[in-house]
């Protein structure tokens, strides 16, 4: 089945740390990639996406992202993290072969930044 | 306006009530997608609109579930005979749908709670 995997659930933090949250997918053909960013009490934002190109992606607020093709991995990075980061973080994919232009989103992983 | 709204915020049902959800996408913006956001999953697509053409409904969950989007702009979703299950948060996004990897403008959503 088609699904995308987030095996972080949960993450605690010190300020200035490295951060580095994984995702899966299980589709191929060509796909989509997106990080989206929930902060407390606020709607999900847009961090950064890939569809072509680079794959290597930089997006807002210091945030990058790598597509591995072979690995089905699109990680999402941060070399210092800051409290304002403090949020829960989800992975989507959208697979145009599959004639849709649906999202399918992991389970998101929670991101907590202590200063 | 500015972003995507949605009404009301907060929704409470008894079980076997109808609501209706109303979502007000980005003025411009051709596409329209419903998710349905668990408690502590990710979103889970429900249905997409190309302006008033419903293209995709592959995630409605049952046939008591039905959207609209009659002229292309507004959306509303209805739940008929509210199931204790069907307590969610329920997204709406918008898109500009003229390009693959448009990015989805979510709404802050509405929150359904069936007692």
């Known amino acids: 089945a088609q699904s995308v995997s987030q095996h972080n659930h949960h993450v605690i933090l010190s300020e200035a740390a490295s951060l580095e949250l994984g995702c899966n997918y299980s589709?191929?053909?060509?796909?989509?990639l997106f990080w989206y960013v929930q902060y407390p009490g606020q709607h999900l934002q847009l961090l950064l996406k890939?569809?072509?190109?680079?794959?290597l992606v930089k997006g807002i607020k210091g945030f990058e992202a790598e597509f591995i093709k072979s690995k089905f991995s699109f990680n999402l990075r941060k070399p210092s993290v800051q409290w304002s980061d403090t949020a829960e973080y989800f992975c989507?994919?959208?697979?145009?072969?599959?004639?849709?232009?649906?999202?399918?989103f992991g389970t998101g992983t929670r991101l907590q930044v202590f200063p | 306006g500015a972003g995507v709204s949605q009404s009301p915020r907060y929704k409470v049902a008894k079980r076997g009530q109808d609501v209706a959800l109303r979502c007000d996408p980005i003025?411009?913006?051709?596409?329209l997608f419903w998710y349905q956001q668990a408690l502590g999953q990710g979103p889970e697509f429900l249905t997409y609109f190309q302006n008033e053409a419903q293209l995709d409904k592959s995630g409605l969950p049952s046939d008591r579930f039905f959207a609209e989007r009659p002229e292309g702009s507004v959306s509303t979703l209805k739940i008929q005979r509210t199931q204790q299950e069907d307590s969610a948060v329920y997204l709406c996004?918008?898109?500009?749908?003229?390009?693959?990897?448009?990015?989805?403008?979510f709404g802050p959503g509405t929150r359904l709670t069936v007692l």
């Open positions: 989507a994919v959208n697979a145009p072969s599959y004639n849709t232009d649906k999202l399918i």
């Open positions: 589709y191929g053909g060509t796909v989509n």
């Open positions: 996004a918008s898109s500009l749908g003229a390009l693959e990897a448009d990015t989805q403008y």
């Open positions: 890939y569809f072509s190109g680079d794959p």
């Open positions: 003025s411009g913006h051709v596409s």
